[in-house]
């Protein structure tokens, strides 16, 4: 079965860095777009940065300049690097993946991970 992990959440202090991971495994035989969404306690998932396969990116206007979406297609790995983090950034962060495993495409999620920023 196809799988998404999360890697890299933690505790930071505001102004510092931190960078999600997100590996695929499973049966896979394409990886299509990929995205990661943020939802803080009592607030609705946001969307936070999208990277299509033909490398066109899209950010939420308050990361904008201060997180940069990637993947390694080698390592079927997602990643989100997280500059200048700000208490306002704290929340689970998930992955999703739009995959093909065997046959059929699919969206994926991750589990989730939390990234808390203290003043």
């Known amino acids: 079965q196809v799988q998404l992990v999360e890697s890299g959440g933690g505790l930071v202090q505001a102004g510092g860095s931190l960078r999600l991971s997100c590996a695929a495994s499973?049966?896979?035989?394409?990886?299509?777009?990929m995205a990661w969404y943020r939802q803080a306690p009592g607030k609705q998932r946001e969307l936070v940065a999208q990277?299509?396969?033909?490398?066109?990116?899209n950010y939420a206007g308050s990361v904008k300049g201060r997180f940069t979406i990637s993947k390694d297609n080698a390592k079927k790995t997602g990643y989100l690097q997280m500059n200048s983090l700000e208490p306002e950034d704290t929340a689970v962060y998930y992955c999703?993946?739009?995959?093909?495993?065997?046959?059929?495409?699919?969206?994926?999620w991750g589990q989730g991970t939390q990234v808390t920023v203290s003043s």
């Open positions: 999703q993946g739009v995959i093909k495993g065997a046959a059929a495409w699919g969206i994926y």
């Open positions: 499973g049966s896979i035989s394409s990886i299509g777009d």
């Open positions: 990277l299509r396969t033909n490398g066109m990116t």
